[in-house]
C-alpha cells in the first residue's frame, strides 16, 4: 500500500497537470528546459523547512522520510501546480488523479530530499530562483478508516543574498 501511496505522490508531484473535478488533461504549456535550468547549478542558499497537515480535531500530522521536491518556477511547473491544486495548497489523497502524463525532462530538473521523523527538512546550496516545494503527508485513521492526508506544496523565492536560511511551512494551507 506504500508502494502505491508513493507511487501516486510521484504521478501527483511530477506530473501535476489535473484539477481534482475533471479527468487528467495533457498540459497545453510545453516544457522549456532553459526556464528551469538554473537548478542545476550550485547556489548559496538554504532552505529548511517543515511539514505537515492538521487534522479536523487540530491534530498536526507530520510523517519522516517523504520525498520532498524542490521544482524550480517554470510556465510548465505553473500550468500543472495550477491545473492540479485549482487554486489551492492541498488535495487529499483520495482525490490523487490518474493516468496523469508528464514531459520526460521535467523530472529531471528538481531536487529532492527526505523529510525527518518531525516532518522538517533541508535543501542546501540552492540557487538564486523561485522554486515549488511539494511533498505529502499521509497518516492512518483512528476509525480503521483508509489513508488520511495528501499532497501539499508552498513556494519560496532565493535570491542568493540570504545570510541565513530560508525557512518555509509546507502545511496545505
Not at 2 to 18: G, H, P, Y
Not at 50 to 59: L, N, R, V
Not at 73 to 102: C, H, W
Not at 107 to 133: A, E, I, Q, S, W
Request: charged letters at 20%; hydrophobic letters at 35%.
Amino acid at each position: 500500500m506504500k508502494q502505491f501511496i508513493l507511487l501516486s505522490f510521484l504521478t501527483l508531484s511530477l506530473a501535476a497537470c489535473q484539477s481534482v473535478s475533471t479527468p487528467s488533461p495533457d498540459v497545453t504549456t510545453a516544457f522549456d528546459p532553459q526556464q528551469a535550468a538554473f537548478i542545476l547549478h550550485k547556489g548559496k542558499g538554504t532552505i529548511k523547512g517543515i511539514a505537515f497537515i492538521t487534522d479536523d480535531h487540530g491534530k498536526a500530522h507530520r510523517h519522516g522520510g517523504e520525498t520532498v521536491r524542490l521544482i524550480p518556477e517554470s510556465a510548465y511547473a505553473e500550468a500543472r501546480f495550477s491545473d492540479l491544486y485549482a487554486g489551492k495548497k492541498f488535495i487529499a489523497v483520495q482525490n490523487y488523479p490518474k493516468g496523469v502524463t508528464m514531459d520526460p525532462r521535467y523530472g529531471k530538473y528538481m531536487r529532492l530530499t527526505k523529510t525527518m521523523p518531525n516532518g522538517k527538512f533541508t535543501f542546501t546550496d540552492v540557487p538564486p530562483g523561485h522554486y515549488f516545494v511539494a511533498t505529502q503527508v499521509l497518516w492512518r485513521g483512528h476509525d480503521g478508516g483508509g489513508e488520511r492526508g495528501g499532497a501539499i506544496y508552498d513556494t519560496v523565492h532565493v535570491t542568493g543574498q540570504e545570510h541565513a536560511p530560508i525557512e518555509v511551512i509546507v502545511s496545505g494551507t
